[in-house]
């Protein structure tokens, strides 16, 4: 990053963001998940796409060409694959915290699960022609 370029953790903020996949059919399919049932206004949002995310992958150094992994950027702490799906279950509170237990299945075996639908998302779910959009009433959400 340029001295000019700001920090993208600055622009993060206080909540704790989910950097998704805007063009993948099941990762819009989650964010929108979360906007409905986020009832605490616990996460923000932004496409790996956008300036924003594309900089977070870059700050964090991962590929900005295949978006495998979403991100979850808590706290300055950066989670990725399953630990990121178990935070954002723990973050969305009752009944979702409860698939935070999947923190029982040892960290290989549930990352390789997240790694194989990963690499497989668009074949499985399908891919947008353009990123997905919030409505009105969730764009405050979305950095």
Known sequence: MSASSPDPLEIVGDRPLIVFDGLCVLCSGNARFVLRHDRKRHFNLTTAQGPLGEALYRHYGL???????????EDGRL?????????????LGWPWRAASAARIVPKPLRNALYRM?????????????????PSPEEADRIL
């Open 63 to 73: 590929a900005t060409d295949d978006y495998e992994t979403m991100l979850v950027i």
């Open 117 to 133: 639908i990963a690499r497989n998302r668009y074949r499985l779910f399908g891919r947008r022609d353009v990123c997905w959009m």
């Open 79 to 91: 989670l990725t694959e399953s630990d990121g799906a178990i935070a954002i279950a723990r973050g």
